[in-house]
């Protein structure tokens, strides 16, 4: 069965880091584009960051960018979000996405994690 489970999520104060995971199984992991979205109370979900399936490229939503850092090993089937300096807005359930623009065009969406940012 395909699966992407997300963990590493919490409570952290202001100021903290966080670093998220995301394990997969059940599909060829290297030949999919890899992304972290988050959706906050009454938001709409929204990228985080995503790489490529190679990790030869990364982007970030502009509010996270310098903050936030996407990884993966494609040996370990996993991909990473490290998330420093973090805000009350950062507050949100974080979902893994995986991303093959072939033949057919296939997205997997994992459950989510929380991540909640409070004093």
């Known amino acids: 069965q395909v699966q992407l489970v997300e963990s590493g999520g919490g409570l952290v104060q202001p100021g903290g880091s966080l670093r998220l995971s995301c394990q997969a199984s059940?599909?060829?992991?290297?030949?999919?584009?890899m992304s972290w979205y988050r959706q906050g109370p009454e938001n709409e979900r929204e990228l985080v960051a995503a790489?490529?399936?190679?990790?030869?490229?990364?982007n970030y939503a502009d509010s996270v960018k310098g903050r936030f850092t996407i990884s993966r090993s494609n040996v370990k089937k996993e991909v990473y979000l490290q998330m420093n300096s973090l805000k009350a807005e950062d507050t949100a359930v974080y979902y893994c996405?995986?991303?093959?623009?072939?033949?057919?065009?296939?997205?997997?969406w994992g459950q989510g994690t929380q991540v909640t940012v409070s004093s």
């Open positions: 996405k995986a991303d093959r623009a072939g033949w057919p065009y296939t997205i997997y």
């Open positions: 059940g599909f060829t992991f290297s030949w999919y584009d």
């Open positions: 790489i490529t399936s190679g990790g030869s490229s990364t």
